[in-house]
């Protein structure tokens, strides 16, 4: 059985928009702040490593963008699916509301944020006068479609884990912070010593980055290994998210 309906689309449109527009409530730039955080951060940074480093980093601010709104897109999306179904308690005590449509709008609206990063990208790409593989930019959809279902998949574990305890949420920040740092986001990789490669290797996160990295600032398409290993292992997860968030669907009502 398909997790969203036909008549639960409108209610799954409306809570997309609610996120989106949410995110941006009482600001005064509102949407522009996602186009704007990543450009000031991206300057800041490429300002203070770019010294740091001696330019060892070519094209540093397509390195650092390429890898930042990945790994933004997964940390918002886990974050904001957490707290989907015990964010929205007094709504769905009162409805008969379908949980996962809380946790999915929530998850598609940081996707829309996703987007318009990658435009941002694309737009630093051009000025930058990055090169660019025609060949390669289609084939980032993969690394996309991997980092999708693991948020999905991730998201639904966080959703009924958040119910049932909050301190999930503190210790997630700390997952997510660790996962930043082991991500080569704005460091160059050769700074890490070769023994603890291995330990990166083992970052999920840090194979999506390197991918996407391979078809966009380096023109090259990664291992087939890598992007099946990527997308198997995020099927895994997407696979027990939803068995975790089928099992537990009816019993988190009773912790409202």
């Known amino acids: 059985m398909s997790l969203i309906k036909e008549n639960e689309i409108f209610l799954f449109e409306e809570i997309v928009k609610k996120n989106f527009a949410s995110k941006y409530k009482g600001s005064v730039l509102g949407i522009l702040w996602s186009v704007l955080k990543p450009l000031l951060i991206m300057i800041l940074l490429t300002i203070i490593f770019s010294t740091l480093f001696g330019g060892s980093i070519k094209n540093y601010p397509v390195y650092f963008l390429s890898a930042k709104c990945i790994f933004d897109f997964f940390t918002a999306g886990t974050n904001s699916a957490m707290n989907a179904i015990k964010g929205n308690k007094n709504i769905l005590k009162r409805t008969a509301a379908p949980k996962h449509a809380f946790v999915l709008g929530s998850i598609i609206a940081e996707f829309i944020n996703f987007l318009i990063t990658l435009v941002i990208l694309v737009a630093v790409m051009i000025v930058t006068k990055a090169p660019f593989n025609i ?3 289609p084939f ?3 690394p996309i479609i991997s980092l999708l279902m693991m948020i999905t998949g991730i998201g639904f574990i966080l959703s009924i ?5 909050t301190d999930i949420q503190h210790l997630w920040s700390v997952v997510t912070l660790m996962a930043m740092y082991a991500s080569a986001i704005f460091y160059p990789m050769d700074i890490i010593p070769e023994p603890y490669h291995q330990y990166m290797i083992l970052n999920p996160i840090f194979w999506i ?3 996407f990295r391979h078809m966009t ?3 090259s398409m990664p291992s087939t290994l890598n992007l099946i290993n990527s997308l198997v292992l995020s099927t895994i ?3 027990i998210g939803i068995i975790v968030y089928i099992v537990y669907e009816k019993k988190v009502a009773m912790r409202f």
């Not at 884990?161 to 305890?165: D, F």
């Open 209 to 211: 980055i390197d991918q």
């Open 161 to 165: 884990l958040c119910v049932y305890y």
């Open 217 to 219: 600032l380096w023109q």
């Open 140 to 142: 980032t959809i993969l």
């Open 237 to 239: 997860i997407l696979v």
């Open 135 to 137: 060949n390669t930019i």
